[in-house]
């Protein structure tokens, strides 16, 4: 009887233990090619046609690959020597979960990474505030898109952190459609654009 309740709390301890980084990565990656991609001729919110469409909401809102998105993002900032980040965010809604995806995985580890939203234009009414959640002003931010076609949505997020006095380092993705929008934003913005996964790793 011992024995056996030693051996269902052992493995109720394994369950619980995070997955390697490399093994977080790979699940992620397999997430992503079971419920974001879709297959079939769309226009995208840019206006521009593909034969596929990577909805990474059904992703960044789905209950084991949340965790995976902001771990996966938090060491792909650390990779990169971003150094001392104080929070991430990017415009609504896209960039919601993410956002807060990274937050709660650093949470967890005792870091302190705040979230933000950048609405897409100010408010008219209230504080008028583009940026919400904590004050970004002075602070060293990056934003996050789940993906980008044209780089619009991630300009739009910098310039008015810009405008908000924040100090914006880099733009994260998770996946990069390899359509452009890497080269716009470091040369319009003048961070780096990073991302976690190409379209290639997905196999499209």
Known sequence: MLTGAATALDRLACMSTPPSL???RARLQELISALAVVRGRVTLASGMEADYYIDL????????????????????????????????????????????????????????????????????????????????????????????????SA???????????AEVVAVLVIVDRNTGARERIEQTAGVPCLAAFSKDDLGL
């Open 57 to 152: 909401r059904r992703v960044t809102l789905h209950h084991e690959a949340s965790p995976l998105v902001g771990r996966v993002l938090l060491d792909l900032m650390d990779r990169n020597d971003l150094g001392d980040v104080d929070a991430v965010g990017g415009l609504t809604m896209g960039a919601d979960p993410v956002a807060t995806s990274i937050m709660h995985v650093a949470a967890a580890s005792d870091r302190q990474i705040d979230a933000f939203v950048v609405r897409k234009a100010q408010k008219s009414y209230g504080m008028s505030r583009q940026v919400e959640g904590p004050d970004v002003a002075g602070r060293r931010v990056v934003v996050v898109e789940d993906t980008s076609t044209t780089g619009g």
């Open 155 to 165: 300009l739009t997020a910098v310039e008015a952190l810009v405008a908000a006095g």
């Open 22 to 24: 490399d093994d977080a």
